[in-house]
């Protein structure tokens, strides 16, 4: 399979400009012209997709408060019920076909993470250019088979899962008809921390699955998606908020557009940076050459005086002969008189 995705009309993999994808999630705070005005601030920060999330509370789990149900500790939701935490933060399917337009009216992919085969079909009436496998649902293989019925391009988020797990997940989408997957290194901590974010997965994902590699990162540090773009990721993946004073279920963790745009700049300079393996010298370096050594006569030299290591020496600038001929050089006669500061060059220098 081909290390390249297309997501409407974006090539996205190697040699590519790294895709980067604003995550909208539960940052709207159920208010839809909100949700529009970070759509706006996306675009401007360098976005190039907005992805939202589509389910309600009752199709990703049930009104129910036993243990089960109740969010422990390690998480900034403890306390919370599934139900009432989902009502809070799902984004109303009726907003969701007029946020596409306006989306994709200022040049932003718009696409989303389904979480059942409803949202599936909805999305599919919507004609979403692609879809994204949330981390927690990459174990539920068949709605991973339904999404891949599609035909549409894949991006799987791989937090939590284990490498037999990841594997089970692309070979089911392959089977189903799956032709453009994507994988997402993540850590499903919110916020996570950089030193969980085990970017060298990156490679190796790439290696192992031959598929094109992306970051879903909920760090709130810049320098993680800059290393993955280091790395060889190709997408990089950020939940995006109007202002972390917001307060809801996602903004905690969520970048502000200021720091989305440094984000975007500092990894579009990442991948001019990394350029091409090459051991010739650029344009820009051609007029530095001139501070490379070479000999010179730093006395002046007498017509068939000999040359001694007193006489030249290896220098600044760049005009004589390389420093490599100084051996050959010392004890041969001048073939004529000799200024200090010239350079020399083998016409200067009578045969042994």
């Known amino acids: 399979m081909k290390k390249e995705f297309i997501i409407g009309k974006r090539k996205i993999g190697d040699n590519q400009p790294v895709y980067i994808i604003a995550e909208m999630s539960a940052n709207h705070n159920q208010d839809f012209e909100q949700a529009v005005k970070i759509i706006h601030a996306a675009k401007e920060a360098g976005a190039d ?27 900034i939701w403890k306390g919370q019920i599934l139900y009432n935490l989902y009502k809070e933060a799902y984004t109303p399917w009726k907003w969701q076909p007029a946020l596409k337009e306006i989306a994709n009216s200022i040049d932003l992919d718009f696409f989303s993470s389904p979480f059942d085969h409803t949202a599936v079909d909805f999305l599919e009436k919507m004609d979403v250019p692609a879809y994204k496998i949330a981390s927690p649902e990459l174990v539920d293989i068949p709605l991973i088979q339904y999404i891949a019925s599609t035909g549409k391009p894949m991006i799987i988020s791989t ?144 017509k068939d005086e000999r040359f001694t290591t007193k006489n030249i020496r290896s220098i600044r600038p760049a005009n004589g002969l390389k420093p490599k001929y100084i051996d050959e050089i010392v004890g041969r006669k001048a073939r004529t008189g000799i200024k200090k500061g010239t350079p020399l060059n083998w016409d200067l220098i009578a045969a042994r």
């Not at 916020?191 to 590699?213: D, K, S």
């Not at 307060?247 to 200021?258: K, M, N, V």
């Open 49 to 75: 997709a907005i992805k939202i999330q589509t389910y309600t509370a009752d199709t990703i789990t049930i009104d129910c408060a036993n243990e089960y149900f109740q969010i422990g500790k390690g998480t």
């Open 159 to 302: 937090g939590m899962a284990t490498l037999p797990e990841i594997d089970e997940a692309v070979s089911a989408a392959r089977k189903a008809g799956a032709k453009q997957i994507v994988l997402l290194k993540c850590t499903s901590a919110y916020p996570a921390l950089p030193e969980e974010m085990n970017l060298r997965t990156i490679p190796h994902l790439a290696q192992t699955f031959q598929l094109p590699v992306g970051l879903s990162d909920h760090t709130l540090c810049l320098a993680v998606p800059v290393t993955a773009v280091a790395l060889g990721a190709c997408i990089v993946e950020k939940h995006f908020t109007l202002s972390r004073s917001n307060s809801g279920p996602d903004s905690s963790f969520s970048l502000e557009p200021h720091e989305f745009k440094q984000m975007v700049q500092a990894i579009r300079t990442t991948q001019k940076a990394l350029g091409t393996v090459s051991y010739t010298f650029t344009k820009h370096e051609a007029a530095s050459r001139v501070f490379r050594r070479s000999i010179f006569a730093v006395k002046d030299i007498k």
